[in-house]
């Protein structure tokens, strides 16, 4: 049905930048959104942000302006720039697509941020 891989997570320190990268097994890639999300230790799944297949997006407030999602639908692909990166977004990210009626998750990717 759907299948999704997230990469591109790592140690970073506070500062710096990372890309993370989600493919997407989706056969109607093309004509949906998709978002991604983020979980701390302890804390509940977030929204992080989205793109239409329109390529409007949408950002929450604590990212906007050091985030950008992008989407390439050649290749099915979904990504996240994450610049001038803070401890605080220290979390497994997850992309999942948006308006299924179902969620889907993959593994998601480790991202650490160091002071």
């Known amino acids: 049905q759907v299948q999704l891989v997230e990469s591109g997570g790592g140690l970073v320190q506070a500062g710096g930048s990372l890309r993370l990268s989600c493919a997407a097994s989706?056969?109607?890639?093309?004509?949906?959104?998709m978002g991604w999300y983020r979980q701390a230790p302890g804390k509940q799944r977030e929204f992080v942000s989205a793109i239409g297949n329109d390529g409007s997006t949408n950002y929450v407030d604590s990212v906007k302006g050091r985030f950008t999602i992008s989407r390439d639908n050649a290749k099915n692909t979904v990504y996240l720039q994450m610049n001038s990166l803070k401890p605080e977004d220290t979390a497994v990210y997850y992309c999942t697509p948006l308006g299924l009626g179902q969620a889907y998750w993959g593994q998601g990717t480790q991202v650490t941020v160091s002071s």
């Open positions: 989706l056969s109607t890639f093309s004509r949906t959104a």
